[in-house]
């Protein structure tokens, strides 16, 4: 690997102990994503709807604070340091896009368990721009794809939409990569409020667009859609993504996913005390070996020490 590689690619592989701070805000975020899941599989309002409103209010609540508290962090910014903040918010629309309707074509623990293989693309990523990857990673790979197969292969039983449901929560993982992957980036020149701001506003408009291409009400839905809306946007939006942003430039995209990856049992948990549908036992050595795998592939990554230039 040259010199180069290696300064690249060590943002992206960093590993860092988190303090006690870190570990709190993580922990928050945790809880605010497992809730994600369940709480959008109760609403009836289209899933554009959904993912248009979290966003939108997200970063109308986040620019008081980029206005006044980091409104230094604004000084000197060149347009082209938004731009991947840009491409960040493009992906995470498509991300909403592919894995909210995913969650009620299948069990939200399924959804949940497949979107959460992010880290499995990233890591594919980085293999694709030049980085070595160590074996674990390999084999990780290995699991978890043989565990989304187990997934399908139990959902194939139950109904093709099921099936189809399992294919848009990868698809919508693979998004989420490319998400987090332009979000590392981004975070490099930009404070949290002002990378999320962007971020969220573009995927709001994003959405917008395509809702009124393909004639989606984004309004005229029953207060209790409103209400759970409302709590979506800020357990998941603000106490899941932003506190996720905000450690990301202090423990590293490596400590972030293995806390992600405690979503699948959480969502799980907040499905069976909702009442929700619960995933055929057949499919939870699947969902296993999923959660088994990305987490070998989190614990793989390893800080990589650039190498004296010059």
Do not use: K
């Not at 992206?12 to 945790?30: E, K, N, Q, S, Y």
């Not at 390999?138 to 109904?159: E, F, K």
């Amino acid at each position: 690997m040259s010199a180069a590689d290696s300064v690249t690619a060590a943002p992206a592989w960093a590993l860092h102990r988190p303090g006690g701070r870190d570990v709190l805000l993580m922990g928050i975020a945790v809880v605010g994503i497992s809730l994600s899941g369940p709480l959008t599989a109760l609403v009836v309002a289209p899933v554009l709807a959904i993912a248009f409103w979290r966003n939108a209010a997200g970063a109308a609540a986040l620019l008081p604070v980029l206005l006044t508290r980091e409104r230094g962090t604004l000084a000197g910014l060149r347009p082209r340091d938004l731009r991947s903040s840009v491409l960040g918010g493009v992906l995470l629309a498509a991300h909403f896009a592919a894995w909210l309707p995913s969650l009620s074509m299948t069990t939200v623990a399924a959804s949940v368990a497949l979107v959460t293989t992010t880290p499995i693309w990233t890591a594919l990523a980085a293999r694709l721009t030049g980085v070595r990857l160590p074996a674990a990673v390999w084999w990780g790979l290995v699991l978890a794809v043989v565990g989304a197969g187990l997934i399908a292969g139990v959902d194939v039983t139950v109904s093709l939409r099921a099936l189809a449901g399992d294919g848009l929560a990868l698809l919508g993982a693979v998004c989420a990569a490319g998400y987090v992957l332009a979000g590392a980036h981004a975070r490099q020149r930009l404070a949290t409020s002002a990378y999320a701001v962007v971020c969220y506003s573009t995927c709001a408009v994003v959405i917008a667009v395509a809702a009124l291409a393909v004639g989606v009400p984004l309004t005229g839905f029953s207060a209790q859609d409103w209400w759970l809306i409302a709590a979506i946007t800020f357990v998941a939006q603000l106490l899941g993504h932003t506190l996720f942003n905000l450690v990301v430039s202090s423990v590293g995209p490596t400590i972030v996913g293995l806390a992600i990856l405690l979503e699948v049992p959480g969502a799980l948990l907040v499905s069976l005390a909702l009442g929700q549908a619960a995933p055929p036992l057949l499919a939870l050595p699947g969902m296993a070996a999923v959660v088994l795998g990305v987490g070998l592939v989190v614990r793989a990554s390893r800080p990589v020490v650039a190498e004296p230039v010059g």
